[in-house]
Every structure is written in C-alpha cells, then in structure tokens.
C-alpha cells in the first residue's frame, strides 16, 4: 500500500511528503548522537531549508524551530514537521488518492483478480 501510494504522489509530484516523514521515522530511531547530528543536517538540507532539493511545505515558525534545534538535534527534533506533513497527506493528498483513476483501477485490478483466485 505504502509503496502505490508513493508512486502516486509521484504522479502528484508531491513524493517528498511521504519521503520526509519516512526519513523522521527512521531518524527517530537513532540512538547515537553522532549519527542523529548527520542524519538531521540531511534532513534539513534535504527537505527543510529554504530552496532545500525536495523542500516541504511548513510554516515559518516550525522551520525557525527546527533550525534552532540544529544546533543539537534530539529525536524529536523534526516531530512539528512531521506533523504538519502527515496532516497535508491526511487532508490534501491521501483523499485526492481514494478517488484517482490510479487508485481505482489497482482497487478493480486487485477485486477482479480476487473473485478469479477464488473460483480456483
């Protein structure tokens, strides 16, 4: 399901929501400080700072916020951000996805080949 729903924000190109709250999922589990520190400038370069290549659509406070936790990244460092994505895809995209040709014709495909599995 994850990997349709990528392929459909591609289509969208709006992928770096999915990517960047993938990428805080991951870096919430890193342990060592040293690790966290990298794996936050990616992020920020990647997806935060202004211009960044796959820049996400957050509020200015947020973004003032997280480049003031640079400085020492905890694990919840990006967690605003991550919030304020996930409700973009909640209320914006994800729906927009239920109704896509994309979506419906997987959902035919996958019901149609269902009902064939089934007579066998």
Known sequence: GLMIYKMY?????SDENIEFWLACEAYKKITSQRKRTSM???????????QAPKEVNI????????????KKPTGACFDEAQKII???M?????PRFLKSN???SLK?????????SRIN
């Open 40 to 50: 936050a400038r990616k992020l920020f370069t990647g997806y935060i700072q202004p």
């Open 90 to 94: 909640e209320r914006d995209s994800y």
């Open 59 to 70: 509020d200015s406070p947020v973004r003032r916020m997280i480049i003031r936790n640079m």
């Open 102 to 104: 994309f979506y419906q």
């Open 108 to 116: 035919h495909s996958l019901q149609t080949n269902g009902n064939d």
């Open 9 to 13: 924000l591609k289509t969208e190109h």
């Open 86 to 88: 996930y409700m973009h």
